[in-house]
């Protein structure tokens, strides 16, 4: 990881994550090494998305968890689009909270952070 930020990389893939710790282990190396932009992939889904970004990721690299093989095999390209939505609305939330920490944020289905 520090290799590739050395070598000039603008983020630095974190895989797998969830089999290492999930949003913990991001935590934990951002204690250390702040200055290095990390990309949780693997493990990464709508339940802990906003753990991620809330633990200081960059950015999420989410696959199958966002391109379903079965919305692309029955030409449903909008299933993808609305799970693309509920991604952004995620982490737009969670950056929200880490911006204003005692503001409560309410989720797209009315939960409140």
Known sequence: ???AWNAGSDFVKIFP???VGGAKY??????PLPQIPLVPTGGVNLNTAAEFIEAGAAALG?????VQSD???SGKPEIIVEKARKFLAIVKQARERISSPNVPVTSSVGEIY
Not at 26 to 31: F, N, S
Not at 62 to 66: C, Q, V, Y
Request: aromatic share 0%; net charge positive.
């Open 62 to 66: 989410i696959g199958s968890e966002l």
């Open 26 to 31: 991001i935590k934990a190396l951002k204690g």
């Open 71 to 73: 919305a692309l095999k």
């Open 17 to 19: 994550c969830g089999q």
């Open 1 to 3: 990881m520090i290799n």
